[in-house]
């Protein structure tokens, strides 16, 4: 849970500081925000905590390459939000759905079980919820100032596709879903009464032998539950064979844990399954359904939703991989191109010995007023809340 929580977080929160150990210090004006130097440090961290997680053998030199971007990041996400205001995104409701989200893949029953896990690590719950808002409303407005002009043609898929067929080489490998029908267990047998005794001849006491029709009837037990367990799975599959949904069937019938998923196992490489299932599925095309096959856990049926053949699939199979590759490559010089406009619209000041990584020569420094040395404070008062965590 903790793991999750910690991926989760885009931004790292520090533990509290005492009030007398922090002074906070304006680095740099945006319009109307302001950026701290313990929020500058505090993106350092976490860059030091992101790199070494990506590449331990190479942290020190990735957090070298990267820390002169920490403050253009703070920058670029400053403007976004205000632009996000601008368009009338507050990211309410995509919130809610995240959060609830989060809730189900940590298997929390509730939102005030997510709320005390977030705060069991430190976090002020609003401080989280804010950072994940802020995240949400960044990705909308990226999406639709910058990916909505985005354009791919035919003709780059091709070319990306030549060029990077070596890449796109991949092993055979087949997608299963499942519907597994296991035996039930025999009803619990009667409390065993304790065995009679007799004296012996030396006078001690002899215990007299169990019942030996006990073994034998639980034995009878277990083969019909077996019995009942086959003829169910045979059933199913003639309801698959004329028709049914295999998935719903999965949903309603499935004893696996797979049954929420439609029975969804996932996808399986050669020699990733026992070699009886290997042959059988591997032999199957895409959308064929298995006979009730025998195992372990009891009797299953098999569908391959997909098979992929080993080599270099057509282009028609990786087109969707292919234009989100040639998105993203195509999105960071737009988004970049983007944030230095919004930069050129704004206000932005620096204080000394900090450097935006992403200026441009064409921003123009705010001229400061009394109302901005107002507004000012007032946004340090409200990070200082935020930072201290202490009520002002």
Do not use: C, W
């Not at 009338?88 to 298997?107: E, N, Y």
Request: proline share 5%; aromatic share 4%.
């Amino acid at each position: 849970m903790k793991k999750l929580l910690l991926t989760i977080i885009a931004a790292a929160f520090l533990p509290p500081f005492a009030a007398s150990q922090v002074v906070e210090e304006i680095i740099t004006r945006v319009n109307s925000q302001i950026i701290t130097r313990s929020e500058f440090l505090r993106s350092k961290d976490q860059l030091k905590e992101d790199v070494k997680q990506q590449d331990p053998a190479n942290a020190d030199k990735l957090f070298a390459e990267r820390e002169k971007d920490v403050l253009r990041d703070l920058i670029d996400q400053q403007l976004l939000l205000e632009k996000g205001k601008d368009l009338a995104i507050s990211g309410d409701t995509d919130l809610i759905k995240r959060l609830d989200q989060m809730r189900k893949d940590m298997k929390l029953d509730t939102m005030e079980e997510l709320e005390k896990a977030a705060t069991a690590q430190g976090i002020s719950y609003e401080d989280f919820k804010q950072n994940l808002r802020n995240q949400i409303i960044t990705q909308k407005v990226i999406g639709e100032e910058v990916g909505s002009h985005l354009s791919i043609t035919k003709e780059e898929e091709q070319q990306f596709y030549d060029e990077h067929k070596n890449e796109l080489e991949q092993p055979e490998s087949i997608r299963l879903n499942e519907i597994l029908v296991a035996p039930q267990k025999p009803a619990a047998e009667a409390a065993v009464k304790p065995a009679s005794t007799t004296p012996d001849a030396s006078g001690t006491a002899a215990e007299s032998p169990q019942n030996p029709d006990s073994e034998a009837a639980k034995q009878a037990a277990e083969v019909a539950a077996l019995a009942a367990a086959e003829a169910k799975a045979n059933d199913l599959l003639k309801q698959i064979r004329a028709g049914a949904s295999f998935e719903e069937v999965a949903k309603k019938n499935s004893d696996g844990p797979s049954a929420a998923q439609g029975g969804d196992l996932g996808a399986f490489k050669r020699g990733s399954l026992a070699k009886e299932l290997e042959d059988k599925t591997f032999a199957m095309k895409t959308g064929e359904v298995s006979d009730v096959i025998r195992t372990k856990q009891g009797y299953v049926i098999l569908k391959v939703t997909d098979h992929q053949m080993a080599g270099i699939p057509p282009l028609k199979v990786v087109e969707p991989r292919i234009q989100d590759a040639l998105y993203y490559q195509k999105l960071q010089p737009a988004l970049r191109a983007y944030l230095t406009k919004l930069r050129e619209d704004a206000y932005i000041d620096y204080k000394a010995g900090y450097v935006d990584s992403g200026a441009s020569p064409n921003q123009t420094k705010p001229i400061e007023t009394t109302t901005a040395k107002a507004s000012e404070a007032k946004n340090l008062k409200k990070k200082k809340k935020k930072v201290l965590g202490i009520p002002l």
